[in-house]
């Protein structure tokens, strides 16, 4: 008898748009939008990178298993409403922690070699997260702490200071920091002080 294989298309429709096709947990195909598109940081739905990897892997549509969405925050943004996918199964979309529950296995198996490790994580705002504390244990992992968007000082607050320089947000970051050496800090050091507050039971 063949061993049955698992298919997982997954795609991204914020910023770096793009889709990925996975069997097995071995990647067949994943490219960003903005490589087909011609548009840095596309953000949207990816649909020249969605049919590009079912070319790439030689795979139609109707082999998915599982479609995969990492996005918890906003199931089905106004902005894609309209432009579905007609060749997508729809009844395989799973709104759900797929990849992350399966990221964390793969972590607890190939790298938490000893009893209890301590896990840390900081993004943007992820999922609706800027930053989890977590705890492996046994190749279980149990979230101990999070720090939500509202906290994110990259997101939410980063980006908020590179808009208000006239740059554009989640993409001029760079030109942000690169203005920093020429500031007088000390100029805004209590006001900044003020809009940051460190909570020291949550920091």
């Known amino acids: ?50 049919n590009e990897v079912f070319r790439v892997a030689h795979i139609e549509p109707s082999e998915v298993d599982l479609i ?8 089905s943004p106004p902005r894609s409403k ?3 996918s007609e060749d ?11 990849l992350r529950n399966i990221e964390d296995k793969k972590l ?21 997260l800027s930053s989890t504390v977590s705890i492996c244990k046994k190749g279980e992992i149990q979230r101990i702490a999070a ?7 990259g997101n939410a607050f980063y980006g908020m200071i590179t808009s208000h320089l006239g740059l554009k947000p989640w993409h001029d970051e760079y030109k942000t920091m690169g203005l920093a050496p020429y500031g007088k800090p000390q100029r805004l050091i209590d006001k900044m002080r003020r809009i940051i507050i460190l909570n020291p039971d949550k920091p």
């Open 1 to 50: 008898m063949s061993k049955r294989h698992i298919t997982v298309f997954s795609f991204h429709d914020g910023h770096d748009a793009g889709a990925a096709l996975i069997r097995d947990g071995d990647v067949l195909a994943a490219i960003q939008e903005e490589r087909l598109n011609n548009i840095k940081h596309y953000a949207g739905l990816p649909v020249l990178s969605m």
């Open 68 to 75: 995969a969405v990492v996005n918890l925050v906003r199931a």
């Open 82 to 84: 309209k432009t579905p």
């Open 88 to 98: 997508l199964p729809k009844e395989k979309l799973r709104q759900s922690e797929i």
């Open 108 to 128: 607890s198996h190939e790298l938490f070699t000893v009893e209890n490790d301590l896990v840390f994580t900081a993004d943007g705002a992820g999922d609706g």
């Open 147 to 153: 720090s939500t968007y509202f906290d994110s000082l």
